[in-house]
């Protein structure tokens, strides 16, 4: 299902290097969930897209048919979640298995990484299974994730960290690929961690290249002491990029405050449906849904507004 007009050594370079699309010295990685968004962070200078469904949920597996449109019309690398329901990122067998074939067919359809996160009931890495997934995930890159959604009662408690912190196989498209790659993003399943300091040592164990976090609070800014925290831990070790609630007022200050190059943002706008006729009285899915007649899309002046930010601090 390889992608027409990028050759196997184009993504090889984009892939060892670690920075796709940082050709400017930082990346800006979009969120998305169709093919519209993706289309829409490329326009507006997006170095890498993280697809993926469901992000009132705080994201989860995308359909293989949006993975091949969206590697059919962008060029940027995609980066495809793997998380098979919301909730939280204990995992039963059968929850498991899903995750292996996804993270097989992802790889099938052309995505340039993957991005999931699994947790222990205690709060701790699941090294265990992260392990047995980043297998299937070779040769690609892997994230670990964040791991929070929309709602409230995702979110994490102030003071609930320890005391330290108070203060089938598929081969790949391009064969090439295969020597020297490791690039598994650690969503913020990370965020939910017991003891985050901990966990990114573990992660850097599992062979994590990235985590997303948001510094285990309800925004980037506010957990932005743990992410500077993290950053001079990680020594370059790992990257430790920041997520959640970036947005042009604050990119700035969590740019010079945490030392971070790569970021992680959504950059979203409602638009009006198409439809003309409404029936207001029925609506799709739980009552904290967005309305049918309103759309949100990455917006590619915001997009380009992040990127301008970025490139005037970090270049």
């Not at 048919?65 to 995992?91: A, C, N, T």
């Not at 790659?181 to 965020?191: E, G, N, T």
């Not at 706008?269 to 007649?293: I, P, Q, T």
Request: net charge positive; charged share 20%; aromatic share 4%.
């Amino acid at each position: 299902m390889k992608r027409q007009g990028v050759s196997c050594e184009r993504k090889l370079a984009w892939i060892q290097s670690g920075k796709a699309g940082a050709a400017n010295g930082f990346l800006m990685e979009v969120c998305v969930d169709s093919v519209e968004s993706a289309v829409n962070a490329e326009r507006g200078g997006a170095g890498r897209i993280e697809l993926c469904s469901g992000l009132l949920e705080g994201g989860t597996t995308p359909s293989m048919g949006v993975l091949q449109v969206v590697k059919q019309s962008v060029q940027i690398p995609v980066f495809v979640m793997i998380r098979p329901r919301g909730g939280d990122f204990l995992y039963s067998d059968r929850e498991i298995e899903v995750m292996k074939t996804d993270i097989r067919l992802a790889k099938l359809y052309g995505a340039d990484g993957l991005v999931f996160g699994a947790l222990t009931e205690d709060g701790h890495i699941d090294k265990e299974l992260c392990m047995s997934l980043v297998a299937i995930c070779r040769p690609l890159p892997v994230t670990f994730h964040r791991g929070k959604g929309l709602l409230a009662d995702m979110q994490p408690r102030k003071g609930s960290f320890p005391p330290s912190l108070q203060q089938p196989n598929v081969q790949s498209p391009c064969p090439s690929t295969s020597r020297n790659i490791s690039s598994v993003l650690f969503i913020s399943a990370f965020d939910m961690v017991h003891d985050p300091v901990a966990a990114l040592e573990t992660l850097l164990t599992l062979g994590f290249e990235r985590v997303l976090t948001s510094g285990c609070d309800s925004s980037a800014l506010e957990g932005l002491p743990l992410i500077k925290r993290l950053i001079d831990q990680a020594k370059g070790r790992i990257v430790v990029m920041p997520g959640g609630g970036i947005t042009d007022r604050n990119l700035q200050r969590i740019l010079e405050g945490s030392g971070a190059t790569e970021f992680h943002c959504s950059a979203r706008s409602s638009r009006d449906s198409g439809m003309k006729f409404r029936n207001s009285s029925v609506a799709m899915g739980a009552s904290l849904a967005n309305s049918e007649y309103s759309l949100k899309v990455t917006d590619v002046a915001k997009v380009r507004t992040l990127n301008a930010i970025a490139k005037n601090i970090l270049v």
